[in-house]
């Protein structure tokens, strides 16, 4: 089953409410679109960027660049262990 969404004149969608629910947004969040490898473009939630984290970890002491990407490495694999 597919849901539909009408582009207005001012070129814009409003997402149906069981896709909203499905991706957990509401008014206000942004959600991505992006092209796949087989050309189609999936919606996702984009809820936080790295301005929204700042001053969340608190340390004594400036982080490296090796420890960020780490950091990051590590939430994206929880988020497809999560996703499985």
């Known amino acids: ?18 896709v909203r629910k499905s991706l957990g947004v ?5 959600v991505d679109f992006v092209r796949n490898e087989a050309g189609y473009f999936e919606v996702r939630a984009r809820k936080y960027t790295f301005a929204d984290l700042r001053g969340m970890v608190k340390l004594d002491r400036p ?4 420890e960020l990407t780490q950091w990051i490495a590590d939430a994206r694999a929880g988020s497809r262990q999560e996703g499985e």
């Open 1 to 18: 089953m597919a849901d539909t969404a009408k582009i207005t004149t001012k070129n814009q969608i409003t997402l149906p409410a069981n």
């Open 26 to 30: 509401s008014t206000g969040d942004k």
């Open 63 to 66: 982080i490296t660049d090796e």
